[in-house]
């Protein structure tokens, strides 16, 4: 799971892009269409800044974004508005690549469209996300490298307080249309902010930053800054999440709805399938996914079985219980768990240039998560770089003698290389891939790719030891069953106790891991989907890739097509892989 921390997801509008061969030369309509992709990125820009501070461009960094509901229509209003003008393009007078960029930049702008109805700005918290999180996880995004920068966050510190307003106003209208996320969830967030509320100024992770100044600021600046950088966080940081968890504690969480699915709320079926057809960009519905889960789920079955025979035990459940009951199984401690995400992301960029002709530049960080999510989050999640930083493995390190350590390995592949810093670092490298590109929001290319790389560490002789060959299974389990229990829970109105039930049936997950899971994808409708349905699709190309090209197949040459234009929707990366895959031919 990558994590992005902007609230409004960037347009994925897509330039011209060298990797396939065109049969029609770029014409002039070409460059007007480019032109307007452009100005459509600034626009973004300019009214998401925390958007471009997510992508590196640093010129808003002074700026929050507006919450305001005014601000959301005038987003909806623009997408109608810029859908007229792209579609007023004659695609008959565009090169190849000129009508795919057209086609998905429609499809980016009608899909905003599609999805304002459902007022999802009113439920703009939970467990996992939101800005309460986010705005707590800044010091990681921004640079601190210069006075400017540090005046900058001092800025947006001090616009918390009428941020946090119009996010409490969001939240009282979602209230008013019956919009409410699962009280039970709801009240974690108000923990959560409290936390942040209660620490000392000191210890706040907004006062990180000035914890340690670069040597180009001079002292006397280091001391200005840190003095009204405190004043901010004693002023207006901590007293805002101090009323905002009053807030949500004592007058929101109260009106939670009971119901763990999103069919509970106003259109909730409609709202559900829109999610689906989102987060995995494919147009089947939940039903069918539901029963592709189930029969997933028995064929890895038979291939745990065949595992826990092998060291002697006679069935899957006898050999799960032995493994949850074992404690040399489980984590020591936070350090010991952060070492093997660390050995395994070493071991496998030793690996790389046997599956990829082209690595990407930007590093790989692999460091605690924030303290104030991790109760609640993963156990490792990824926060894509950017020009001024590094990518990072974010590793959960809370209360490390009940987790499991089967599932390390695996997810530390997902996580970095050769999963999200991979195909992240890939995209927003390419010097001829324009921004709108490099940074597509698509669940699906992007969590997809992240599950097949864990397969590619058992390609170059990984996971030698069984429990971790087991535990690579079980993230394959863990992946269809989400087809299943999130199904479950939002169309077939399961608990969510049969949604944990339906892990423990199946995996030896620990408790602690199933929990944050259930309540992941009941706070996320659709999001846990994308993961399988992207894997299965490169699998299906690289399969057809295969057989088509027999002897002249390359595994490195076949990832680096995957990875080179950047996330694309699941129909558009059929179409340009089968395009690829003849060009071979």
């Known amino acids: 799971m990558f994590r992005r921390i902007v609230s409004v997801a960037c347009l994925s509008a897509i330039l011209f892009s060298p990797s396939f061969a065109q049969s029609v030369a770029a014409t002039n309509e070409d460059a007007h269409l480019n032109d307007a992709l452009d100005t459509e990125w600034q626009y973004e820009l300019k009214t998401n800044p925390e958007t471009a501070t997510y992508v590196g461009d640093t010129r808003y960094n002074d700026r929050l974004n507006d919450y305001?509901?005014?601000?959301?229509?005038?987003?909806?209003?623009?997408?109608?508005?810029?859908?007229?003008?792209?579609?007023?393009?004659?695609?008959?007078?565009?090169?190849?690549?000129?009508?795919?960029?057209?086609?998905?930049?429609?499809?980016?702008?009608?899909?905003?469209?599609?999805?304002?109805?459902?007022?999802?700005?009113?439920?703009?918290?939970?467990?996992?996300?939101?800005?309460?999180?986010?705005?707590?996880?800044?010091?990681?995004?921004?640079?601190?490298?210069?006075?400017?920068?540090?005046?900058?966050?001092?800025?947006?510190?001090?616009?918390?307080?009428?941020?946090?307003?119009?996010?409490?106003?969001?939240?009282?209208?979602?209230?008013?249309?019956?919009?409410?996320?699962?009280?039970?969830?709801?009240?974690?967030?108000?923990?959560?902010?409290?936390?942040?509320?209660?620490?000392?100024?000191?210890?706040?992770?907004?006062?990180?930053?000035?914890?340690?100044?670069?040597?180009?600021?001079?002292?006397?600046?280091?001391?200005?800054?840190?003095?009204?950088?405190?004043?901010?966080?004693?002023?207006?940081?901590?007293?805002?999440?101090?009323?905002?968890?009053?807030?949500?504690?004592?007058?929101?969480?109260?009106?939670?709805?009971?119901?763990?699915?999103?069919?509970?709320?106003?259109?909730?079926?409609?709202?559900?399938?829109?999610?689906?057809?989102?987060?995995?960009?494919?147009?089947?519905?939940?039903?069918?996914?539901?029963?592709?889960?189930?029969?997933?789920?028995?064929?890895?079955?038979?291939?745990?079985?065949?595992?826990?025979?092998?060291?002697?035990?006679?069935?899957?459940?006898?050999?799960?219980?032995?493994?949850?009951?074992?404690?040399?199984?489980?984590?020591?401690?936070?350090?010991?768990?952060?070492?093997?995400?660390?050995?395994?992301?070493?071991?496998?960029y030793a690996k790389l240039p046997q599956l990829f002709a082209h690595l990407p530049e930007n590093k790989l960080e692999v460091v605690p998560m924030d303290a104030f999510r991790a109760p609640d989050a993963v156990p490792a999640d990824y926060s894509p770089g950017a020009a001024n930083r590094p990518g990072r493995i974010n590793v959960n390190e809370y209360d490390p003698t009940h987790r499991l350590l089967l599932n390390v390995e695996a997810i530390a592949y997902h996580e970095g290389i050769p999963g999200h810093h991979m195909q992240f670092s890939i995209a927003q490298e390419r010097k001829d891939l324009p921004p709108f590109r490099k940074f597509g929001d698509y669940n699906a290319y992007s969590e997809g790719w992240a599950l097949y790389a864990e397969r590619l560490g058992k390609e170059v002789g990984f996971y030698r030891d069984p429990y971790s060959e087991y535990g690579r299974l079980g993230n394959e389990m863990w992946r269809s069953i989400r087809l299943v229990v999130d199904t479950g829970v939002h169309q077939d109105h399961w608990t969510r106790d049969q949604m944990i039930q339906f892990f423990r049936d199946h995996t030896a997950m620990d408790e602690k891991n199933i929990e944050s899971e259930v309540d992941r994808y009941i706070a996320w409708p659709g999001q846990a989907l994308?993961?399988?349905?992207?894997?299965?699709?490169?699998?299906?190309?690289?399969?057809?890739?295969?057989?088509?090209?027999?002897?002249?197949?390359?595994?490195?040459?076949?990832?680096?097509?995957?990875?080179?234009?950047?996330?694309?929707?699941?129909?558009?990366?059929?179409?340009?892989m089968r395009e690829w895959i003849e060009k071979q031919r």
């Open 68 to 348: 305001s509901p005014a601000a959301f229509a005038r987003e909806v209003a623009h997408a109608k508005e810029a859908l007229q003008q792209f579609e007023a393009i004659d695609p008959a007078t565009l090169s190849d690549e000129g009508r795919l960029n057209r086609t998905l930049i429609l499809r980016t702008l009608q899909r905003r469209i599609d999805g304002a109805p459902f007022k999802n700005w009113e439920m703009p918290v939970n467990q996992m996300n939101g800005p309460h999180l986010d705005y707590a996880s800044m010091p990681s995004q921004m640079p601190f490298d210069t006075v400017k920068d540090y005046e900058n966050y001092l800025s947006r510190l001090r616009q918390l307080p009428t941020a946090f307003t119009d996010i409490t106003h969001d939240m009282h209208l979602g209230l008013h249309d019956h919009l409410m996320p699962p009280r039970y969830l709801l009240e974690k967030v108000a923990a959560e902010c409290q936390d942040i509320a209660d620490k000392p100024v000191s210890e706040s992770p907004f006062a990180e930053p000035i914890q340690k100044f670069p040597a180009a600021i001079s002292a006397t600046d280091q001391r200005r800054l840190k003095q009204v950088i405190e004043d901010a966080i004693r002023i207006d940081v901590i007293p805002t999440y101090a009323k905002f968890a009053t807030f949500v504690r004592d007058e929101y969480a109260p009106h939670g709805r009971a119901d763990f699915g999103v069919w509970a709320l106003p259109d909730g079926d409609a709202r559900y399938r829109e999610a689906v057809k989102e987060m995995t960009t494919t147009d089947l519905t939940p039903e069918q996914i539901h029963a592709m889960g189930l029969a997933q789920v028995k064929e890895l079955d038979a291939q745990m079985l065949a595992i826990a025979k092998a060291q002697g035990y006679a069935d899957v459940k006898s050999f799960n219980e032995h493994i949850r009951k074992d404690p040399k199984l489980y984590g020591s401690s936070g350090a010991q768990i952060l070492g093997l995400y660390q050995h395994y992301a070493d071991q496998m």
């Open 530 to 576: 994308a993961y399988k349905m992207g894997q299965m699709k490169i699998l299906e190309m690289r399969s057809l890739a295969r057989k088509e090209l027999g002897p002249k197949f390359n595994i490195r040459g076949f990832h680096d097509a995957v990875l080179a234009e950047g996330p694309l929707p699941l129909d558009v990366f059929d179409t340009r």
